[in-house]
């Protein structure tokens, strides 16, 4: 399949393009998991192979463009080969710069195969992870220039100069075994003009956040093979905490151009994806850290809009990493995750729910009506404290039947009787005494009903006798108005407390 010009004719046609694809893959996977035997036998092919794709011109295709899904063209494996060789330490200094080059690519999905090659060796060449991120992370800076007709170039000629002053650099500092920091950009000066129709710089204009490419790259990488690494997760939890701030800077110093009604401008890719990376930074960095250095930064911003999009995303992940590692809650999580629930809890009232709705259901561990824990997982009951502390200042909003309703679903023995029977009865006796009683009779009541025959449910035949009051009075509240799990329920529950 291979040939020394495979790589030389990558255009619109469809044959060789998929064997360019495939060679390039066959090599990469070789390089990446083959063991001593297979390298010393086709590990010369495979650099050579690797060492072709990377030399690929993408601009003279005529099928690369930087929006174009990328994930297993000849390039990207060209990065996970080129990763491959740098973490085994048998890279030349003319290859790490490739593997750097390609990291730093303008196509995306190039730059994020490229430096999700190194994770496997990460443990083993930490400086070599390091020089990777630098790079990728110095990528997202660039500078800016007025309008003209050839801004789109200029911009391009710009980045590629600015990406190899950075590679020179880093190469030489991979050379000596030195750990290299990680670029971040700068907080933004306020005030400064900002609009959605249009682009302005913000403060240095040498030093201009690239926050799509950023969002796109980080949204969905997986950093646990770096995070596991002291050094690494120091530089990254910095990174994380330079990047907050910078959002805080923009959130909250911009004005509209003069004489403009514009209101503003957000970046909400960034602010969730930002938020979800932070998460997942947080489950491997002690509490007092991550309420010092990311939860405080999200409180300190003032844009409330953009403060709950960041608190969302970074409650649901960083939930879901304890899931994910099969952990209970222990006081390091629930000292970071009461930090980063008050911050949606202060000032709460009901004109405000609509606008925190999002980050209160994350606080719940139910982001978008989804529990952070599969089905009756085995550690789904040591949430229970923290949504109990949930539910003291929920109960009364919108939010909490349906966040209820899903946890008791997702885990019925864990949470029966108690402490789910509890919640239900303090969501009832917020609504029962507030405006919301009404909505008992719609969707909020089917939430409180649901649960209830949940739990009447995983409730064994003891405990039934034991809390038959309690069920028959949460019962009847809800068949007043009309919820039929209650009005099914409710002769059941006469006929068990007759037998006694």
């Not at 990528?139 to 220039?145: A, H, N, Q, T």
């Amino acid at each position: 399949m291979d040939h020394p010009q495979l790589f030389d004719s990558v255009t619109f046609d469809v044959e060789i393009t998929m064997r360019a694809q495939a060679v390039a893959a066959i090599a990469a996977s070789l390089l990446t998991a083959g063991d001593d035997a297979l390298l010393a036998e086709h590990g010369d092919w495979a650099r050579s192979v690797v060492g072709r794709a990377a030399a690929l011109d993408p601009w003279s295709t005529g099928i690369h463009y930087e929006e174009t899904s990328m994930a297993d063209d000849p390039l990207a494996n060209a990065g996970r080969g080129l990763a491959a060789l740098v973490g085994r330490g048998i890279a030349g200094s003319g290859e790490t710069e490739a593997w750097l080059r390609l990291v730093s690519s303008p196509f995306r999905d190039v730059a994020k195969a490229s430096i999700e090659g190194i994770a496997p060796f990460a443990e083993a060449r930490p400086q070599a992870a390091a020089a990777g991120l630098a790079a990728l992370t110095d990528s997202f800076l660039f500078s800016w220039r007025q309008w003209g007709g050839d801004l789109e170039q200029w911009l391009r000629t710009d980045r590629a100069a600015r990406a190899d002053r950075a590679i020179t650099a880093i190469a030489d500092q991979l050379a000596n075994e030195e750990f290299c920091d990680l670029p971040a950009p700068p907080p933004i000066p306020a005030p400064f003009v900002t609009a959605s129709q249009g682009f302005y710089p913000h403060g240095d204009i040498d030093q201009q956040f690239d926050t799509y490419r950023a969002a796109s790259i980080l949204r969905q990488y997986d950093l646990s093979a770096l995070l596991a690494v002291p050094e690494l997760r120091d530089r990254l939890c910095r990174f994380a905490h330079a990047s907050i701030e910078w959002l805080r800077s923009f959130a909250d110093g911009q004005e509209p151009p003069p004489g403009s009604w514009d209101s503003g401008d957000r970046r909400m890719d960034w602010e969730q994806a930002l938020g979800a990376f932070m998460g997942r930074i947080a489950h491997w960095v002690p509490a007092g850290r991550v309420v010092a250095d990311l939860v405080a930064p999200i409180g300190a911003i003032e844009d409330e809009e953009t403060r709950m999009e960041v608190l969302d995303s970074f409650l649901d992940a960083y939930a879901t990493q304890r899931f994910d590692a099969n952990r209970p809650i222990d006081d390091e999580f629930a000292a970071v995750w009461r930090a980063a629930a008050s911050i949606a809890f202060d000032g709460m009232a009901a004109h405000r729910e609509y606008r925190r709705s999002r980050a209160l259901d994350a606080a719940g561990f139910c982001s978008y009506g989804r529990p952070v824990f599969e089905p009756n997982w085995q550690y789904a009951a040591s949430f229970a404290p923290l949504i109990g502390e949930w539910v003291e200042v929920c109960a009364a909003f919108e939010v909490a039947p349906p966040v209820v309703s899903a946890l008791v679903s997702q885990a019925p023995a864990a949470f029966s009787t108690d402490p789910a029977l509890g919640w239900l009865e303090q969501i009832m006796a917020a609504r029962l005494t507030s405006d919301l009683r009404e909505r008992l009779r719609g969707g909020a009541g089917r939430h409180c009903g649901r649960p209830l025959a949940t739990i009447w449910g995983a409730t064994p035949a003891s405990g039934r006798i034991t809390a038959i009051e309690r069920f028959r009075r949460l019962a009847s509240q809800l068949a007043d108005f009309g919820v039929p799990e209650a009005v099914t329920l409710l002769p059941e529950i006469a006929e068990v407390q007759a037998r006694g």
